[in-house]
């Protein structure tokens, strides 16, 4: 699976940005597609996951109703609706696959695939 992530900017705090990842090769429906991010000086963090088959959906804490994960099958693109940015929202943001296990993860080293990341910065 290759994966490409576009839609970084530069935005103000309170605004919005609409991230997507676009999957090529064998996507299976049995997947789980996540995004992850990075900010200077820090370590890669969950930001969202969503299941490919159910649209079941996680988040992390730091961005719980403010983010929507969604994906569109016909586009195999997953999207990350991000709302009411805030400054410490910025970071490069990687969208990453996996095949759906029992349980959906949260941490980076279960993802298999990895996009090339995009970045967001969100001034105050």
């Known amino acids: 699976v290759q994966l490409q992530a576009s839609g970084g900017g530069l935005v103000q705090a309170g605004g919005s940005l609409r991230l997507s990842c676009a999957a090529s090769?064998?996507?299976?429906?049995?997947?789980?597609m996540g995004w992850f991010r990075q900010a200077p000086g820090k370590e890669r963090e969950f930001v969202a996951v969503i299941r490919w088959s159910s649209g079941y959906t996680n988040f992390a804490d730091s961005v719980k109703g403010r983010f929507i994960i969604s994906r569109d099958n016909a586009k195999n693109t997953v999207y990350l609706q991000m709302n009411s940015l805030k400054p410490e929202d910025t970071a490069v943001y990687y969208c990453?696959?996996?095949?759906?296990?029992?349980?959906?993860?949260?941490?980076?080293?279960?993802?298999?695939?990895w996009g090339q990341g995009t970045l967001v910065t969100v001034s105050s």
């Open positions: 090769g064998r996507i299976a429906s049995n997947y789980d």
């Open positions: 990453a696959a996996r095949p759906a296990g029992y349980v959906i993860r949260t941490t980076d080293h279960e993802y298999t695939s």
